[in-house]
């Protein structure tokens, strides 16, 4: 099971839910310039599906509404080698910068990047950490063994705890703020599947850790 707590950051309230992200960047050559017109395949490695696109004019490529998994970025052009960015990492509700330098040589020559530090999200203004399975094992979550425990992992959280009555939150839901936004403004899913309670306030499904 993966858990994805997606805490939108934004100004104001946001109650539109997401299920998908972003894959975006740029392609330069070696003297920094960029390179228009370049073929970008992005696969993901798990199904096999892909996607294609050209570079624009300034050199710039976007996947949006990709389904959330690990991908194989390859982008080929006139004049250079191909060049290959393996495991990718796209999740829910986030946008991913993948900017490729090629170099020059032919295009049968291939470059292949198999594990790179990702970039510092500027694309977009929220903030979201993937909570693995093996967490939830290693971790302590409490004496209800809650995963939302673990939601202090994400940068600028308050502590996690219990609001609303037992009439009103049953399942024993735990919220948080980030970055002193409302929990309003919070986005817990399941999977990639919408796990908010119709209140916005609360996670509607506590599954068992086991």
């Known amino acids: 099971m993966c858990v ?18 972003t894959l975006l960047g740029t392609i330069l ?13 992005i696969t993901e490695q798990n199904t096999g599906i892909s996607r294609n696109s050209v570079t624009t004019s300034a050199g710039y490529f976007a996947f949006p509404d990709l389904q959330p998994g690990v991908y194989t970025v390859t982008v080929e052009q006139v004049g250079f080698k191909k060049t290959v960015r393996q ?11 993948v900017d490729v330098q090629l170099q ?13 530090a ?38 600028g959280t308050t502590r996690a705890f219990r609001p609303h009555s037992v009439f ?3 399942q024993g839901s735990l919220s948080t703020q980030v970055n002193g936004q409302s929990r309003l403004a919070n986005n817990v899913q399941l999977e ?19």
Do not use: C, W
């Not at 020059?104 to 790179?116: C, F, L, N, P, R």
């Open 4 to 21: 994805l707590a997606a805490l939108l950051v934004t100004a104001g309230l946001i109650y539109g839910q997401a299920v998908s992200g």
């Open 29 to 41: 050559d070696a003297t920094g310039a960029t390179v228009p017109g370049a073929k970008v395949l």
């Open 87 to 97: 495991n990718v990492e796209v999740l829910v509700n986030s946008t991913m910068r």
């Open 104 to 116: 020059t040589g032919d295009v049968t020559e291939t470059i292949s990047v198999t594990a790179e």
């Open 118 to 155: 990702p970039l510092l999200q500027t694309d977009r203004s929220d903030t979201g950490r993937k909570i693995e399975t093996q967490q939830l094992a290693d971790l302590p979550v409490g004496t209800n063994r809650n995963f939302q425990n673990l939601l202090n992992l994400v940068p």
């Open 168 to 170: 009103f939150n049953a």
């Open 192 to 210: 990639g599947i919408d796990n908010n309670h119709r209140t916005g306030l609360l996670a509607a499904l506590i599954p068992p850790i086991e």
